[in-house]
């Protein structure tokens, strides 16, 4: 099997424990512990393996688990010969792509996306943003922005054809459910509206006051950004591959911060390079995604799924 596709999870897959298996296993994962801890100056795996409540603080969750897929990436290679030759992730998880595609090292990686995580959350008080997921068949993103053209809401994600995610004013998402309902003719076929465990309104208009900072942050520290391997990660913000330049590769990376994730033109991507599709993370959200363009993605969340996937195929 040539042509490999690995997606990468983002923010809200983590979990405690995430990846120790491989760190007790695998040299090289429990080395790239040790070079994420070394980068960012603090036990990277201690925050990943034990109770730690900042697990679930943006700054911290987006290192941890760009940390923990590359730590997971690397040993499926050491143990297996594990190859892709096609990249994804979501949100976050574009991070871990890039980085695994050679196309930013580890060390910049986690100093950019700690600070990533910094900003998002200062970007809009906690408890006034929020995100919700319309989950509905055939869901028109369009549709959706134009009965919330007058909120303050924006169309974060475009996940599937059967789930758009909007972002913004925590107070009007009651008012957006009400439309969205009526819109998507929500009373004669089914329709769910579902709240977001997260701490600010991601991708969206209130992201942009901190395009400049982040922007600032990838230009100081990822000066080891080596574009040729973009060819082969896919970009939320533009839906096809990266370019393979510097600059629209930088450009794409600020820009996703406020403007809608386009997964599903993602996984269209992947589907028509690669031969397999496999999900490496923590969690395994996007593998339900793929199955609603009748794509097979098969989830390594720990080393046990590793092993049954991949014994005996190296």
């Known amino acids: 099997m040539k042509n490999i596709a690995v997606v990468f999870p983002g923010q809200g897959s983590q979990r405690p424990g995430m990846g120790q298996d491989f760190f007790n296993s695998i040299q090289i994962s429990r080395q790239t512990y040790q070079e994420a801890s070394d980068a960012l100056g603090w036990d990277v795996a201690a925050m990943c393996f034990g109770e730690d409540e900042r697990l679930n603080l943006t700054e911290y969750t987006q290192p941890c688990i760009l940390a923990t897929e590359v730590a997971m990436l690397r040993g499926l290679h050491a143990l297996y010969g594990f190859s892709p030759a096609f990249w994804g992730g979501h949100s976050l998880g574009e991070f871990t792509a890039l980085v695994c595609a050679d196309v930013l090292p580890l060390s910049e990686a986690l100093q950019i996306v700690h ?86 309104p991601f991708h969206s208009r209130f992201m942009r006051p901190i395009e400049g900072p982040f922007e600032e942050a990838m230009r100081t520290y990822g000066k080891g950004l080596n574009p040729k391997g973009g060819k082969q990660v896919t970009s939320n913000y533009k839906g096809g591959f990266h370019s393979g330049h510097s600059e629209d590769i930088l450009k794409s990376m600020v820009s996703q911060l406020t403007n809608t994730v386009q997964w599903k033109e993602n996984m269209q991507a992947l589907a028509l390079c690669a ?38 195929t190296n």
């Open 115 to 200: 600070i990533r995580g910094r900003l998002m959350q200062e970007a809009m008080p906690v408890g006034l943003g929020g995100m919700s997921a319309v989950i509905s068949e055939d869901l028109d993103a369009k549709l959706i922005l134009r009965t919330l053209v007058d909120l303050p809401l924006d169309v974060a994600n475009v996940n599937s054809a059967d789930q758009v995610v909007i972002s913004g004013s925590l107070e009007m998402m009651p008012e957006a459910e009400t439309r969205l309902r009526e819109a998507l003719d929500g009373e004669r076929r089914p329709f769910r509206f579902v709240p977001l465990n997260v701490s600010a």
């Open 275 to 312: 031969d397999a599709i496999y999900e490496v993370g923590p969690g395994r959200p996007l593998g339900a995604f793929f199955r609603t363009i009748n794509v097979t993605c098969s989830s390594v969340t720990n080393l046990s799924a590793a092993k049954r996937l991949f014994q005996g």
